[in-house]
């Protein structure tokens, strides 16, 4: 009985936290569709009109998806030989944003927005299209982010200056009367010039304030360049491999979850998890 058990726990596994076999991609298929669908429900609810004509059915058809939600998050707990290493990971936690808002509804009104947390779990889009292959690409950019962050930090730094001596001098040229009726005013009104959004709520009216205001929009442009520019720059640094003679080996990762610790990421052919030791199925 208790091998059954624990077969049968096995195979429920592999079908809900593994992407390599035919049933773990149909459940991951299966259940991105009924996420897509419950993202699409509650974007339908916000609209008054629609929800006036159709709020019973979107009501209905929301308490489904949070029961099958409801269903998923239990299984994947009873699965595992650790539930609380589930419940506070960060999937854990998600699951559980996105499947409570409904039931708190039954008590307290006016939370739907809480609702919109089921978007994160589109984050297993990586899982079912099966993206461990570009996680190479993907750490080469976050080491050329991290590698860059005291560059960008002084380069946002300077930023910060200039459009804080640019701000004083627009309030001193354009003055109340404009609408640069003190310096952070006149701040803001130079950072969403800079980044070239220009929400129109402040412009400026003299001839000088308006040629300033032409330098800060040409300056803008450059400015947006700069920290593309540094990233590259290390992302570049990153692809280069030390040496053409031993180019360093390609590893091939799977889907596989570890069903003692959840840990993933493990080379194809593995018998054990990397992190801590317990056979792999």
Request: glycine share 6%; hydrophobic share 45%; net charge positive.
């Amino acid at each position: 009985m208790s091998k059954t058990k624990k077969n049968w726990k096995k195979q429920l596994h592999e079908i809900i936290y593994e992407a390599d076999t035919p049933a773990g991609k149909l459940f991951d298929v299966v259940l991105l569709i009924v996420i897509l669908a419950s993202i699409l429900l509650v974007m339908l609810e916000s609209v008054k009109s629609i929800d006036n004509k159709y709020h019973d059915f979107l009501n209905i058809s929301e308490w489904v998806i949070t029961i099958l939600f409801t269903i998923e998050y239990i299984a994947r707990i009873i699965t595992v030989n650790k539930p609380t290493k589930y419940i506070i990971s960060f999937y854990g936690i998600i699951d559980f944003l996105s499947t409570i808002p409904k039931y708190i509804s039954l008590f307290f009104g006016g939370i739907h927005a809480l609702a919109a947390l089921r978007a994160l779990r589109l984050l297993r889009v990586f899982r079912i299209l099966k993206l461990a292959r570009y996680l190479g690409a993907s750490n080469n950019l976050v080491r050329a982010i991290k590698a860059s962050r005291a560059k960008i930090a002084v380069f946002l730094f300077a930023v910060l200056i200039v459009a804080i001596i640019l701000g004083t001098i627009m309030y001193l040229v354009e003055g109340e009367e404009n609408g640069f009726t003190n310096i952070p005013r006149s701040v803001y009104w130079c950072i969403v010039t800079l980044t070239t959004v220009g929400f129109g709520d402040i412009a400026p009216q003299t001839p000088l304030g308006q040629f300033l205001a032409s330098l800060v929009m040409i300056l803008g442009y450059g400015i947006i360049a700069v920290p593309t520019g540094i990233v590259s720059a290390e992302y570049s640094n990153q692809n280069k491999t030390p040496s053409t003679n031993n180019p360093t080996p390609q590893v091939h990762l799977n889907s596989q979850s570890c069903a003692n610790c959840l840990a993933s990421k493990h080379q194809d052919g593995a018998k054990f998890c990397h992190n801590c030791g317990h056979p792999l199925h």
